[in-house]
């Protein structure tokens, strides 16, 4: 498999410009790989910066820190809306909205502590696509030195119309 560029930073800022949520709702620090082909992203997100769940907690003995579910479930929301923009054309600033609308599947397999970078890769697994709707099913595997802390199964619908919901 050949090497595949991150995606163009003037259009990664499109994106975040028109986010469906404001910029601090976006999780992920780094998109490392897109591969269309594959319908696969790769990512990053540092576990010491500001998570909106995560920093809220009450640390102790018998509760660690680490990154809430809550959290983890809102970056595999940030996946998502990556991949229709970046493998369906889904423009949120031409009126393109999205939401997540099932969960088939969310197992937390380990604590993913606060410190180490979590590696994120999604993966389509099935597709629906027409003009004004695109409904998408994930595979996510998130990871923490190389430790699979979280597997999740989710399907989210992109539409031109919101109306179509």
């Not at 949520?21 to 082909?37: C, G, K, M």
């Not at 696969?40 to 579910?69: D, F, K, M």
């Not at 970056?75 to 969960?103: K, S, Y």
């Amino acid at each position: 498999m050949r090497a595949v560029p991150p995606p163009d930073r003037a259009e990664l800022r499109r994106f975040l410009a028109s986010y469906l949520y404001s910029e601090e709702a976006f999780l992920i620090d780094e998109v490392t790989q897109l591969r269309p082909d594959e319908r696969v992203i790769e990512a990053r997100t540092e576990t010491t910066r500001s998570l909106p769940y995560s920093g809220l907690q009450r640390t102790g003995p018998n509760h660690p820190a680490h990154v809430a579910g809550a959290d983890l479930l809102a970056i595999t929301g940030n996946l998502g809306c990556l991949h229709a923009w970046f493998f369906h054309g889904c423009r949120w600033d031409e009126g393109w909205t999205g939401f997540g609308n099932r969960v088939h599947r969310a197992d937390f397999k380990r604590l993913a502590r606060i410190g180490a970078p979590l590696a994120l890769e999604s993966r389509e697994t099935r597709l629906r696509s027409g003009p004004r709707r695109v409904v998408i099913r994930f595979e996510f595997r998130f990871r923490q030195q190389n430790e699979l802390v979280y597997l999740g199964d989710q399907t989210a619908m992109f539409l031109k119309d919101p109306e179509l919901a």
